[in-house]
């Protein structure tokens, strides 16, 4: 990803640290026999740098945001997905971006999920990489501590809005 940016190879590895956190969260679904009025997750962008899915084999649930309609990502068995994360979209000033999504329930059949986020050390300063910003293509987004950022995405998530938005220049 550092590559297509045309910044070092390693620039977002080297953002990591030995405090940095994984996290693993497992969801399990039962069927819901309103899924037109219940979501399994609400609406968000995932903190952190990248989130990988392990993509259930036989139900549909997610769903990503694209130009103000949703839209179902299909199923493929055995396959993970990559979510790029606030973090990354950070980063990256802007140039990859942080997907709003959500989980739908299934009336008929059960899912467990399987995801796993990867972040940065609480007390590490992130911003757009330096070597991104020039007169034509400032900063999108001011620095900000982890620790900062994580307080603000509770707080968001619990609004329905997405802390990326207070971070904005």
């Known amino acids: 990803m550092a590559r297509l940016l045309k910044l070092d190879g390693g620039y977002f590895l080297d ?3 030995d405090k940095a956190p994984t996290t ?4 399990h679904y039962v069927p819901c026999s309103r899924p037109d009025v219940v979501l399994g997750f609400k609406a968000h962008s995932d903190d952190g740098v990248l989130a990988i899915l392990l993509v259930d084999n036989h139900v549909s649930a997610l769903q990503v945001l694209k130009d103000g309609l949703w839209y179902t ?9 990559i979510n790029i994360g606030d973090f990354m979209e950070v980063m990256s000033n802007g140039i990859f971006m942080s997907p709003v999504h959500r989980v739908v329930a299934n009336s008929e059949k059960e899912r467990t999920s399987l995801a796993m986020f990867y972040g940065l050390d609480p007390e590490k300063e992130f911003g757009p990489a330096a070597d991104l910003l020039h007169d034509n293509q400032p900063a999108r987004y001011r620095k900000l501590k982890t620790r900062d950022y994580m ?3 509770y707080e968001h998530f619990a609004r329905g ?7 904005k220049v």
């Open 15 to 17: 953002q990591f640290s």
């Open 24 to 27: 693993v969260r497992i969801n």
């Open 73 to 81: 990502v299909p199923t493929n068995p055995r396959t993970l997905l």
């Open 151 to 153: 307080a603000g995405f």
């Open 161 to 167: 809005t997405r802390v990326l938005d207070s971070m």
